[in-house]
């Protein structure tokens, strides 16, 4: 009992550093991938083609003045870019590595992810508020009906998966794609997943909350030094948990011939998150009535249709002899 | 017999409720409620009732929480906006405190009559089939009553922000 808390917690302390570095690494790797899709170097100064930029800006980060607005109110000023981070790494803990390699094979590990993801709004909105900011609160605002509206159909477009799957235990899900990526049986159901997935990880083009053309930055205008890199902590390891997800629901997981399932896991991951950053060089923003009817009036109809589909579909499948 | 780890959470819970109706700004008050639902779903999870502590995060903490911080968040949160309601909260606050000490009580009285057990979930855990199995089961009928409040409900929202035709005299030429 003891040996297995103790084996637990190690591994916990692994994955936090583990995805506290990859976190890290992707911002070189957005920075510089978008640099290409720009035509232009991107970091290229701090070590081999920039790999190091990412050291030098945390390093940065530590070492500015974290600055309080004088009419902010501090408790929740402080607390707010936590409540980014931590659900993220929380959310963590369920999703399987490799056969077996999970903190936790919880009973609802899937729904225990998505409640994680659905967190992330009061950090953001918290932090809104307290700074006592305009463009932070109508930052604040807009995070909050957004978060809403994509968190609606966010779960229910994965529903369909459970119910091929028969489980929400994300190691069960891996083994039910032995013979097809569910992406090929819920190919609408995973389109919308991604769109919610964006949505949710409030990236670019779904990032009206912090839009700097009108808003500065946003929720996090008021903040800096290592306040301001938690919020982006936060929104990297959300991309990462969306892709995670994304791999483990659609793209079988660890399964693969020949590499070992991890190395599998990542390289799905790492592909999902150069999709991401490939839609921020090339989308532009929707407005932001848009983005809203959009989620209420097509992405959540569909989802639901995709459900009843596939529960039809299921019960004759099972129905035929 | 029921383990620590609910015991603590469900004090978390309590204390937090107390809280959540103690504090002068709504905004902090909404907090201390996120924070009450959550050690609720963190007793449920530690009860071994994994399927409703994943709904209470993701329906009440992620959403329907969601929806007030949205309203709150607007309203005043000055120093004497903030001076009114503390004059007020010290009547109001009674009431519910008291029914927080009540609920408390069986807290105590589990702890002093050693009603506790190590480890986690010690009833064993309820899989999320058996779940759907009642309520979709024996219990489908009150499940399905309370699909008519939600109707209800989408039907009044629908009612609310309906917009009346436009009456000749107020429409404008284009």
Same mark, same amino acid.
């Given at each position: 009992?003891?040996?297995?808390?103790?084996?637990?917690?190690?591994?916990?302390?692994?994955?936090?550093?583990?995805?506290?570095?990859?976190?890290?690494?992707?911002?070189?790797?957005?920075?510089?991938?978008?640099?290409?899709?720009?035509?232009?170097?991107?970091?290229?100064?701090?070590?081999?083609?920039?790999?190091?930029?990412?050291?030098?800006?945390?390093?940065?980060?530590?070492?500015?003045?974290?600055?309080?607005?004088?009419?902010?109110?501090?408790?929740?000023?402080?607390?707010?870019?936590?409540?980014?981070?931590?659900?993220?790494?929380?959310?963590?803990?369920?999703?399987?590595?490799?056969?077996?390699? !999970?903190?936790?094979?919880?009973?609802?590990?899937?729904?225990? @992810?998505?409640?994680?993801?659905?967190?992330?709004?009061?950090?953001?909105?918290?932090?809104?508020?307290?700074?006592?900011?305009?463009? !932070?609160?109508?930052?604040?605002?807009?995070?909050?009906?957004?978060?809403?509206?994509?968190?609606?159909?966010?779960?229910?477009?994965?529903?369909?998966?459970?119910?091929? !799957?028969?489980?929400?235990?994300?190691?069960?899900?891996?083994?039910?794609?032995?013979?097809?990526?569910?992406?090929?049986?819920?190919?609408?159901? %995973?389109?919308?997943?991604?769109?919610?997935?964006?949505? %949710?990880?409030?990236?670019?083009?779904?990032?009206?909350?912090?839009?700097?053309?009108?808003?500065? @930055?946003?929720?996090?205008?008021?903040?800096?030094?290592?306040?301001?890199?938690?919020?982006?902590?936060?929104?990297?390891? @959300?991309?990462?948990?969306? @892709?995670?997800?994304?791999?483990?629901?659609?793209?079988?997981?660890?399964?693969?011939?020949?590499?070992?399932?991890?190395?599998?896991?990542?390289?799905?991951?790492?592909?999902?998150?150069?999709?991401?950053?490939?839609?921020? !060089?090339?989308?532009?923003?929707?407005?932001?009535?848009?983005?809203?009817?959009?989620?209420?009036?097509?992405?959540?109809?569909?989802?639901?249709?995709?459900?009843? %589909?596939?529960?039809?579909?299921?019960?004759?499948?099972?129905?035929?002899? | 017999?029921?383990?620590?780890?609910?015991?603590?959470?469900?004090?978390?819970?309590?204390?937090?409720?107390?809280?959540?109706?103690?504090?002068?700004?709504?905004?902090?008050?909404?907090?201390?409620?996120?924070?009450?639902?959550?050690?609720?779903?963190?007793?449920?999870?530690?009860?071994?009732?994994?399927?409703?502590?994943?709904?209470?995060?993701?329906?009440?903490?992620?959403?329907?929480?969601?929806?007030?911080?949205?309203?709150?968040?607007?309203?005043?949160?000055?120093?004497?906006?903030?001076?009114?309601?503390?004059?007020?909260?010290?009547?109001?606050?009674?009431?519910?405190?008291?029914?927080?000490?009540?609920?408390?009580?069986?807290?105590?009285?589990?702890?002093?009559?050693?009603?506790?057990?190590?480890?986690?979930?010690?009833?064993?855990?309820?899989?999320?089939?058996?779940?759907?199995?009642?309520?979709?089961?024996?219990?489908?009928?009150?499940?399905?009553?309370?699909?008519?409040?939600?109707?209800?409900?989408?039907?009044?929202?629908?009612?609310?922000?309906?917009?009346?035709?436009?009456?000749?005299?107020?429409?404008?030429?284009?």
């Amino acid at each position: 009992m003891i040996l297995q808390s103790l084996l637990i917690t190690l591994f916990s302390i692994i994955l936090i550093a583990a995805l506290l570095t990859a976190a890290g690494v992707f911002t070189w790797v957005e920075r510089r991938v978008l640099g290409f899709f720009q035509e232009r170097l991107g970091p290229n100064r701090v070590g081999p083609f920039g790999f190091l930029q990412w050291i030098a800006d945390t390093v940065k980060l530590i070492t500015k003045e974290d600055a309080l607005p004088p009419d902010a109110d501090v408790v929740s000023y402080r607390l707010a870019p936590v409540l980014v981070a931590v659900p993220m790494l929380a959310g963590f803990g369920v999703v399987a590595f490799g056969p077996g390699l !999970a903190i936790s094979s919880l009973d609802m590990g899937l729904m225990f @992810a998505m409640g994680m993801l659905a967190l992330t709004v009061y950090g953001i909105v918290l932090g809104a508020w307290a700074s006592r900011n305009r463009y !932070a609160m109508l930052g604040g605002l807009r995070a909050a009906a957004q978060l809403l509206a994509y968190e609606s159909f966010l779960g229910l477009s994965l529903m369909g998966v459970v119910l091929l !799957a028969g489980s929400f235990t994300m190691g069960d899900i891996v083994l039910a794609q032995q013979d097809y990526w569910f992406i090929l049986l819920q190919p609408l159901g %995973a389109v919308l997943f991604f769109i919610a997935g964006i949505g %949710a990880a409030h990236r670019l083009p779904f990032d009206l909350q912090e839009s700097e053309q009108d808003l500065v @930055a946003g929720f996090m205008t008021e903040y800096s030094g290592m306040s301001f890199a938690l919020f982006f902590l936060g929104e990297y390891l @959300a991309v990462l948990l969306v @892709a995670s997800l994304f791999t483990t629901l659609f793209l079988g997981g660890w399964l693969g011939p020949f590499l070992p399932g991890p190395v599998w896991f990542g390289l799905k991951v790492g592909i999902i998150a150069f999709v991401f950053i490939w839609l921020r !060089a090339a989308l532009p923003r929707p407005r932001y009535d848009q983005l809203i009817s959009f989620a209420w009036k097509i992405a959540l109809p569909l989802a639901l249709l995709n459900l009843l %589909a596939t529960g039809w579909i299921l019960a004759v499948w099972r129905a035929a002899p | 017999m029921i383990g620590w780890f609910p015991l603590f959470l469900g004090t978390v819970a309590l204390v937090s409720a107390a809280l959540t109706v103690t504090r002068p700004s709504v905004v902090h008050g909404l907090m201390w409620l996120v924070a009450a639902l959550l050690s609720l779903a963190g007793t449920f999870f530690a009860l071994g009732a994994g399927f409703a502590g994943a709904v209470q995060i993701l329906i009440y903490a992620g959403a329907i929480l969601a929806v007030f911080v949205f309203v709150v968040m607007t309203f005043d949160a000055s120093p004497p906006a903030l001076a009114r309601e503390r004059l007020r909260l010290k009547q109001a606050a009674r009431g519910p405190l008291l029914m927080v000490l009540a609920l408390g009580l069986p807290l105590i009285f589990g702890l002093w009559g050693g009603a506790v057990a190590s480890g986690l979930a010690p009833g064993g855990v309820v899989p999320v089939q058996a779940v759907g199995g009642l309520l979709f089961g024996p219990w489908a009928v009150a499940v399905e009553i309370a699909s008519f409040l939600l109707i209800a409900a989408l039907l009044g929202a629908r009612h609310l922000v309906r917009r009346d035709p436009p009456q000749d005299s107020e429409r404008h030429a284009p």
